[in-house]
């Protein structure tokens, strides 16, 4: 697999920290605390799955920005096509390949690569390949990341375990944010990865 460079990830993390700060509001500093992470510790939010580490939270700076990595796992989706109606994303590639489904355009995303994605722009993402993927994900405002912690504790709550079950608890989970789901978009390369629909 190929990977991308630490300093290529710093030199987007320093572009992406000084797009974020232009729109933070007014608060006390002593409100906020600077923390260090690293990539793949502490302890994951296993959605569909797959490890999510939240390194920034909503709450964490004045911006509001949450920052999280995921572990895409081989033959796999990631996200089926879907509209933010209120966050931003940005998506860096760090390892693996993905595809991105952008609008009705599929983008294949080596190592290196960083997607800008704003609110109303359809997207999706999914991982065809026999390596895993992983990926750092910036979302504006971040709140939005409480999403992965509600859908983990639906599925527990109701013992759901087929691939059917959990779509429709993501699917409700995504509208109560303000996502809209649309499977009808889904490109060849992504269908293939989905189990067969049930006899």
């Given at each position: 697999?190929?990977?991308?460079?630490?300093?290529?990830?710093?030199?987007?993390?320093?572009?992406?920290a000084t797009s974020v700060f232009a729109h933070q509001h007014e608060s006390s500093h002593d409100e906020y605390h600077a923390t260090f992470?690293?990539?793949?510790?502490?302890k994951p939010?296993?959605?569909?799955?797959r490890p999510i580490y939240q390194h920034v939270k909503a709450g964490d700076l004045p911006s509001e920005i949450g920052l999280f990595e995921e572990i895409l796992p081989a033959k796999s989706l990631g996200a089926p096509p879907h509209t933010h109606t209120n966050e931003d994303e940005i998506f860096i590639v760090l390892d693996g390949t993905v595809h991105f489904l952008n609008g009705t355009d599929e983008v294949i995303a080596e190592p290196g690569t960083?997607?800008?994605?704003?609110?109303n722009n359809q997207h999706g993402f999914w991982n065809p390949y026999d390596e895993p993927a992983q990926l750092l994900v910036l979302v504006a405002p971040g709140h939005f990341q409480e999403f992965f912690g509600a859908v983990e504790a639906a599925v527990k709550e109701s013992g759901a375990t087929?691939?059917?079950?959990?779509?429709a608890i993501?699917?409700?989970?995504?509208?109560k944010k303000g996502v809209m789901i649309d499977m009808s978009d889904l490109p060849p390369s992504a269908l293939a990865l989905l189990p067969p629909p049930p006899q």
């Open positions: 697999m190929k990977k991308v460079t630490l300093s290529a990830v710093v030199g987007v993390a320093a572009l992406l992470t690293k990539l793949g510790e502490g939010i296993i959605y569909t799955g960083v997607a800008s994605l704003p609110r087929s691939p059917q079950d959990i779509g993501i699917g409700r989970e995504a509208a």
